[in-house]
């Protein structure tokens, strides 16, 4: 167990648009879902109607993009107030980010742009992640990106400045261990020193995801399966945290449901010993009470979906 007494959700797949009609339909055994927070924000149109729908029966966890934690224009306080909204009325069980910056002087590039890790960076980032903290009253969870080009002005690996960067400001860990191999590719470190330095008591949830290996260079297309070598970090990060909240990402190219919920359902193979049957928690956080488990959708709901 983490120090913020996040509890294991079980096995989780990303929310996708693509998805809403099978899964508002069939009401699909999975753990838990992970939905991309800036999707639901500014819109009471069909995705929030979908994600409140799908928060009614499964826990949800808030997946932000622009929050640019490690970016030098003032914090966002407008986006922060309707996060902190859309996540009460999901009921999110925490709320993540990137360690990234995604634009400067109010443009956003809508992308996760890499930081240098130095000790001037660590101060200003440390300082932003309490000042959010404090704004959504819970810990910021801080995810590891991807990146494909590093800075002169790093005086430290990024292993280490995750590990003081959540010291320093008490956040949590999203340990994306395909970003970490992504990043090893591309910048030639050993992604077992990455795993085996994570302070494993900040770790409350663990991404999974597929790339594509361009032989000099891997982009992190999350479009795939998930490659044996990501595989083996997962299992090594497992052995190291204990049985953690873990998320498949699947977000072009998406197959059916019921291929990316199979993805993701490989990881018990490098779970302990978790409660059989599918959503049982023994945390006390399973939402399916018996008056909603195998209740057939109402009609309006799949004739929504449908739309
Ligand atoms: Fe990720």
Known sequence: MNRFNFPDLGIGVGLRTVHFKHILGSQPDVD?????SENYMDTGGRPRYV????AERYPIVLHGVSLSI???DPLDFDYLRKLKALARSVNARWISDHLCWTGVSGRNVHDLLPMPYNAESLRHTAERVKIVSDFLETPLVVENPSSYVEFTTSTMTEWDFLAELAAESDCGLLLDVNNIYVSSFNHSFDPNVYVDA??????????LAGHQNHGTHIIDTHNDFVIDEVWSLYG???AR??????????DADIPDFETVHAEARKAEAFR?????GVGGRSDGLDQREPTTDNRQPDEAEVAYAAV
């Open 51 to 54: 994600l409140e729908k799908v």
């Open 272 to 276: 302990g010993s978790r409660e059989s």
């Open 70 to 72: 490690g970016g030098t």
């Open 241 to 250: 945290i204990g049985d953690v909240s873990t998320l498949m990402e699947w």
């Open 236 to 238: 090594r990060a497992c």
């Open 198 to 207: 994570i302070p494993a008591d900040r770790v409350v949830q663990v991404h």
């Open 32 to 36: 838990w879902f992970e939905a991309l």
